[in-house]
């Protein structure tokens, strides 16, 4: 009966302002109370909107897009210290100064080394997708401010910038790995989330008040970055066959290793890892740069919303199911594969006592990713590998009160600094259960995949 107290927890973490259920905190570890696990999170909240949208508990769901979307950035012209327009928070939490309520966002002008939530906007957008689907109350999406809203989005993602990919160029750090990691530049995270927000607006965004013409920059973008992500992010042996061979610096539009990726960078453990029918999407690709870490959000993230290919989604669950011992261990998930260790783990993540090899971003296992494996492998109909992995956490997670992260290379160890009772644990645990319950739950977060069109112009 772990779920009724499951429950219990979820229920107590909801954040109310004025009266209406509007968010869930972060943790409600009662021995470390310090930090900001009091606040909302967006990527935080989006296991536990599913949770509720499953429960047809929308009113919170609605409160928070609406809550949110009043709190998103309207800057007032070149200020450097403020965030830029149409960004969302990383968290808010809800004050009071003896008189009234209010509400406090934090856009990372407070967050640790300051980092700007990217994600955060875009899993806005996804959630507002999964409430009009469960809801079916488009008229929501459809408001003007909401719009408004959508097109601010789009102004931040879609501009000019100093870039050549179709892919979104951001900080290390800005995402769920909130740290440096090596993970600035193109990370795949944010790529696929950014393609799931895409595919989002083409469904929301309504072209009367200049909507035709984002729809426009939408679908052309769409095609060049699924192309872009499927192409060139993708690794199985026969693509590392292929970069081993790769040719060097060359010049001109029609070549082989565009982005001059070294052979010489394939690390020595890749190619004894990869089993022969599995594969997955790169962590990260820009110039002479390729990241071969293996990161189970992006991946799972890239199975559902689909700029993987069903073929590609195919080979990424059987690299779960070949490298479980790595990727699952004890404990479901590995947040990224392998750890970075020694000498590169000080040049990469400046020498972070957080982040040692196999300790929290870097290698650790974190048990909130369990609701997107659930629903990739619902849809990949990997059902099997998801109701092991789930059996797996249960037990675990209910003993040890629900923690933030696990340590080790098979995460067998609570995570040092982790916190207890965190609510994406709680409510990933949830969501994935009831996605085995009920496959029709995936539609929340999942698209088809879309057909190619010849027309469309890729790099
Ligand atoms: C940590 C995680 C981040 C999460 C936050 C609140 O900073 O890295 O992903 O949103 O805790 O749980």
Known sequence: MWEKEAWKL???????YQGRPIGTKAAQDPEMKSLNYDQCFIRDFVPSALVFLMHGRTEIVRNFLTETLAMQSHDKGMDCFEPGSGLMPASFKVE??????????????????????VDSCLWWILLLRAYVKATGDIALAHQSDFQTGMKLILDLCLVHRFSMYPTLPVLDGSFMIDRRMGVGGHPLEIQVLFYAALRTVKELLLPQDGGDRYLDAVIQRLGALRYHIREYYWLDLQRINEIYRFKNDEFGQEVANKFNIHPESIPAWLTEWLPENGGYLAGNLGPGHMDFRFFALGNLMAILASPASSEE??????????????LIGFMPLKICFPAVEGLEWRIVTGSDPKNLPWSYHNGGNWPTI???FAAAAQKTGQQELASRAIALAETRLIEDRFPEYYDGKQGRLIGKSARIYQTWTVAGLLAAKEIMNNPKHIELLSFEEEIESPGCRVW
């Not at 979820?10 to 109310?16: C, H, K």
């Not at 009071?96 to 939530?117: C, K, L, Q």
């Not at 989604?313 to 790595?326: G, K, P």
Request: hydrophobic share 40%.
């Open 313 to 326: 989604s195919q080979s990424i669950m059987n690299l779960f199911e070949e490298r479980s011992c790595d």
């Open 96 to 117: 009071h100064d003896g008189e009234r309520e209010f509400i406090e966002a934090d856009f990372g002008e407070d967050a640790i080394a300051r980092v700007p939530p």
């Open 10 to 16: 979820l229920e107590n973490s909801i954040i109310y």
């Open 370 to 372: 369990l609701w997107l």
